[in-house]
């Protein structure tokens, strides 16, 4: 029985909302979803730097998604929230478009994770939606966590999560969540793993084997961690 | 009268940097010990800028911005470099048994009312972290719309540290009507502070309450947005100019 899902929730934020929003999830929401039954969610953020702009985005973790259908149903059916939400809308609405996905963590992630005790990672964050072949997504599932993203942890990112989308649009897809200490270090990093020997001769490899790539395009995300919710390492709660 | 190509390439994972070079080897560098590129041979014009993607959707990606007189320049240009032998070979030998890049967007932009060019400066380049910024305007009300990017929201973002590179509207391309600006800020801490306080700035909001008040809508909707970096050779220059070799 799988008892582990984690749900993606980004969205696009209305111009000018975002401090109203924050306001909302750090302040006004907590109480609301404890109430409901809902996870404290284990890292909210925000971005204005990708296809979402403003971005705000937040995750949760569940056991069971049929008890995330019924926590969320009782919260969205709550007078209290519906008041709360016209209340602090005031009059239009803070959010313009929801993308919302639920994820399962990625057998590689496991020997990714990060030792010792779980501490707030702050920096500079990266949430990046890697589109996969749908042949083949062993390979590449296996390419990411022995050869890909060892190299970019090799040039100083640290591996927040690593996920496959189990829900959600743009399937086959991993979803990746890396933390880094600023824009110089990630660039440097992006500059040097598009030129790496040892990359390119992987990539080449699977063209020969599988006759076509195992990765697509990716959607890249650069997030700042919301003070009142930073990421701890692993994404532990 | 002018018009503006610019081409959007999605290159397959892992051939970025091959990409950047291989459009150096043909626009920029001395074809064949010659004294031109191959880009000049055909008459095609340097890149105004050519970019590498940082974050947004679809990368890796490319990204380059050409000015033609005409149409029928371009055609006339283009056409017999992509027929060439040089450019046939040239490619093969650089693609190596794959193709490097996937699919190409080829939009092309008039400057847009809303571009206020720097007047008394000699242009120079403009290097650092650059943003696009594709804006929805709301159809029938392009004029409000192209006034208030003039005056309050480009005109607040070089207050806030960023030059305003280029405005454009979309002639040919997708989800029109739109608009796309091209900022240059010096890092990406400046940027994102900049956007952070023009959410905030009071005549952006006072904008964005009137449009609410009088059409029960936005006239101007940001949509999409991503970070580049120009290449080594791309750099852009004031106003869009173009490049003279002085300083690259």
């Not at chain 1, 899902?5 to 306001?23: S, T, V």
């Not at chain 2, 900049?194 to 006072?206: G, I, T, Y």
């Amino acid at each position: 029985m799988i008892d582990d899902y984690y749900e993606l929730r980004i969205y696009q934020c209305a111009p000018g909302r975002l401090p109203d929003l924050h306001h909302r999830m750090g302040y006004e929401i907590p109480p609301l979803f404890e109430s409901h039954g809902i996870p404290t969610p284990l890292a909210y953020w925000e971005g204005y730097a990708g296809p979402y702009n403003p971005l705000y985005c937040y995750i949760l973790r569940w056991p069971d998604l049929d008890e995330r259908m019924r926590a969320f149903g009782k919260f969205y059916s709550d007078p209290l929230w519906a008041a709360q939400r016209d209340a602090s809308d005031c009059g239009s609405s803070m959010v313009e478009r929801i993308d919302l996905s639920i994820l399962r963590p990625a057998p590689c992630w496991e020997k990714l994770k990060v030792k010792g005790e779980p501490r707030p990672v702050g920096g500079l964050h990266e949430l990046r939606l890697q589109t996969l072949s749908t042949r083949n997504m062993g390979d590449a599932y296996q390419a990411l966590g022995e050869v890909d993203l060892p190299y970019l942890r090799d040039q100083g990112a640290e591996i927040l999560g690593v996920f496959t989308k189990w829900y959600g649009a743009g399937t086959p897809q991993a979803v990746i969540l890396l933390a880094w200490e600023g824009m110089e270090q990630r660039e440097a990093a992006m500059q040097a793993y598009d030129g790496a020997p040892e990359i390119i001769a992987k990539r080449q490899a699977e063209q020969t084997q599988f006759g076509e790539p195992l990765f697509g395009r990716s959607d890249v995300h650069l997030m700042i961690p919301a003070p009142y919710g930073v990421a701890k390492s692993n994404l532990s709660a | 009268m002018s018009i503006f190509e610019y081409r959007f390439y999605d290159v397959m994972p892992g051939r970025l940097g091959e990409e950047v070079q291989r459009m150096y080897d043909v626009a920029i560098a001395p074809w064949e010990n010659g004294p031109k590129s191959l880009f000049d041979r055909f008459g095609i014009p340097r890149p105004l800028v050519a970019w590498t993607g940082v974050a947004g959707r679809r990368q890796p990606v490319f990204g380059y911005l050409l000015e033609w007189e005409s149409l029928a320049a371009r055609d006339a240009a283009f056409l017999p470099f992509w027929m060439s032998r040089e450019w046939a070979e040239f490619s093969a030998k650089t693609d190596d048994g794959r193709q490097m890049v996937e699919r190409i967007d080829t939009l092309l932009l008039s400057p847009s009312m809303a571009w206020k060019k720097k007047k008394g400066i000699l242009p120079k380049a403009v290097g650092g972290l650059h943003e696009m910024r594709c804006y929805q305007v709301e159809a029938g009300h392009s004029a409000e719309a192209m006034d208030y990017l003039a005056q309050i929201e480009l005109q607040q973002m070089e207050v806030l540290g960023g030059e305003v590179l280029g405005v454009f509207d979309v002639v040919i391309g997708p989800d029109m009507p739109m608009v796309i600006s091209f900022i240059a800020w010096p890092d990406f801490a400046t940027q994102q502070g900049a956007a952070r306080r023009l959410e905030a700035e009071p005549r952006v909001k006072a904008a964005r309450e009137s449009w609410h008040q009088h059409y029960g809508r936005p006239l101007i909707r940001h949509v999409e947005q991503s970070l580049l970096r120009p290449t080594f050779y791309g750099k852009a220059r004031t106003n869009f100019a173009a490049p003279n070799g002085d300083d690259a």
